[in-house]
């Protein structure tokens, strides 16, 4: 199968899960989402970061931190990867609002051999002692009912680091993907399933339809709060093999596709038109813009047009802002 009819196929069976769906309806709260500029990777952002988090209501005194990335594999040349400092950042605002632990925890979809990974020494070299990694493709699991329908599973195998966190933070990279169109905090959690059980890289998610098992994780798994790496993101031939695209910003928001939604437009795209985040929008806030309330810098500052796949040109929407 090619990748358009993969993208048609999808598409189609989104519509279909969809239109199945017994209506939840979306939540009417505004969504606050905050860009923080940050034009390279040279500067500690930590108190920057816990005050907007403060200030969205992320209460993280004497609780469980969990910081789940988007950290692929080592490679310094390219993109790939919430880069080290934005993590350390992360983590340190987290302890400046007094959490009783942080952990930094990823299950590579691509490399097996986790020092290619969360325990690769570029990010041991920046964290606060108190921080520790943990490579979540190994270990202990936590079975969690599926609260969605489009997969078929029954359940997810979820790390019990990530079960047990009471709080989870997800940190994806800012990037085109060859499949989906973009990937960011939604896609993201894939990263929480151990490849001891779902393979290298999350084949029986890839078989399951990864729109499906998107939504389905999205319904199932709880994230408290997202910030997006897009100081500098990957365009064209993303996840892996794109090229460097700078957009010198962090996406915060305690909504998830609030977060997407507004990275999708900084990346020159119309989230309306990306099957998952459509879809996800008809059980989530944040898809439309009037759902918003932008804080800090303007989006005109950074908005972009990423180079994308032919494919996915027909996803191009703006100017937005």
Same mark, same amino acid.
Request: hydrophobic share 45%.
């Given at each position: 199968?090619?990748?358009?009819?993969?993208?048609?196929?999808?598409?189609?069976?989104?519509? +279909?899960?969809?239109?199945?769906?017994?209506?939840?309806?979306?939540?009417?709260?505004?969504?606050?989402?905050?860009?923080?500029?940050?034009?390279?990777?040279?500067?500690?952002?930590?108190?920057?970061?816990?005050?907007?988090?403060?200030?969205?209501?992320?209460?993280?005194?004497?609780?469980?931190?969990?910081?789940?990335?988007?950290?692929?594999?080592?490679?310094?040349?390219?993109?790939?990867?919430?880069?080290?400092?934005?993590?350390?950042?992360?983590?340190?605002?987290?302890?400046?609002?007094?959490?009783?632990?942080?952990?930094?925890?990823?299950?590579?979809?691509?490399?097996?051999?986790?020092?290619?990974?969360?325990?690769?020494?570029?990010?041991?070299?920046?964290?606060?002692?108190?921080?520790?990694?943990?490579?979540?493709?190994?270990?202990?699991?936590?079975?969690?009912?599926?609260?969605?329908?489009?997969?078929?599973?029954?359940?997810?195998?979820?790390?019990?680091?990530?079960?047990?966190?009471?709080?989870?933070?997800?940190?994806?990279?800012?990037?085109?993907?060859?499949?989906?169109?973009?990937?960011? +905090?939604?896609?993201?959690?894939?990263?929480?399933?151990?490849?001891?059980?779902?393979?290298?890289?999350?084949?029986?998610?890839?078989?399951?339809?990864?729109?499906?098992?998107?939504?389905?994780?999205?319904?199932?798994?709880?994230?408290?709060?997202?910030?997006?790496?897009?100081?500098?993101?990957?365009?064209?031939?993303?996840?892996?093999?794109?090229?460097?695209?700078?957009?010198?910003?962090?996406?915060?928001?305690?909504?998830?596709?609030?977060?997407?939604?507004?990275?999708?437009?900084?990346?020159?795209?119309?989230?309306?038109?990306?099957?998952?985040?459509?879809?996800?929008?008809?059980?989530?806030?944040?898809?439309?813009?009037?759902?918003?309330?932008?804080?800090?810098?303007?989006?005109?500052?950074?908005?972009?047009?990423?180079? +994308?796949?032919?494919?996915?040109?027909?996803?191009?929407?703006?100017?937005?802002?």
């Amino acid at each position: 199968m090619n990748r358009r009819q993969f993208l048609k196929d999808s598409a189609a069976l989104a519509n +279909c899960a969809a239109l199945a769906d017994v209506a939840r309806g979306v939540p009417a709260a505004p969504c606050p989402v905050t860009l923080l500029p940050m034009p390279d990777y040279g500067r500690d952002l930590s108190k920057e970061i816990a005050a907007v988090m403060s200030a969205d209501g992320l209460r993280l005194k004497g609780k469980k931190v969990l910081l789940k990335p988007n950290f692929v594999e080592a490679h310094p040349e390219r993109p790939i990867n919430t880069h080290v400092a934005v993590i350390a950042s992360a983590a340190l605002a987290c302890l400046r609002l007094g959490a009783a632990e942080v952990v930094v925890g990823e299950a590579s979809g691509h490399r097996r051999d986790p020092w290619f990974s969360v325990l690769n020494p570029s990010l041991r070299d920046v964290l606060d002692r108190e921080v520790r990694r943990i490579d979540l493709n190994h270990g202990d699991v936590v079975s969690i009912t599926n609260k969605g329908r489009r997969t078929g599973l029954p359940v997810f195998y979820v790390a019990r680091p990530v079960a047990e966190a009471d709080v989870l933070i997800s940190m994806p990279k800012m990037k085109t993907h060859h499949w989906m169109g973009v990937t960011l +905090c939604l896609k993201n959690l894939f990263g929480v399933l151990p490849g001891i059980y779902y393979g290298w890289p999350k084949n029986l998610l890839h078989f399951k339809g990864i729109d499906n098992s998107i939504l389905d994780l999205v319904g199932t798994i709880k994230v408290h709060y997202n910030i997006v790496d897009g100081v500098t993101g990957m365009e064209g031939d993303g996840p892996i093999m794109g090229k460097a695209r700078t957009v010198g910003a962090l996406v915060l928001s305690p909504f998830s596709l609030a977060a997407d939604a507004t990275a999708a437009r900084l990346m020159g795209f119309d989230p309306r038109k990306i099957s998952y985040l459509a879809q996800a929008g008809r059980f989530l806030p944040g898809l439309r813009a009037e759902d918003l309330v932008l804080r800090g810098e303007k989006p005109a500052r950074f908005a972009a047009k990423f180079d +994308c796949p032919d494919d996915f040109k027909e996803m191009r929407g703006g100017p937005f802002f």
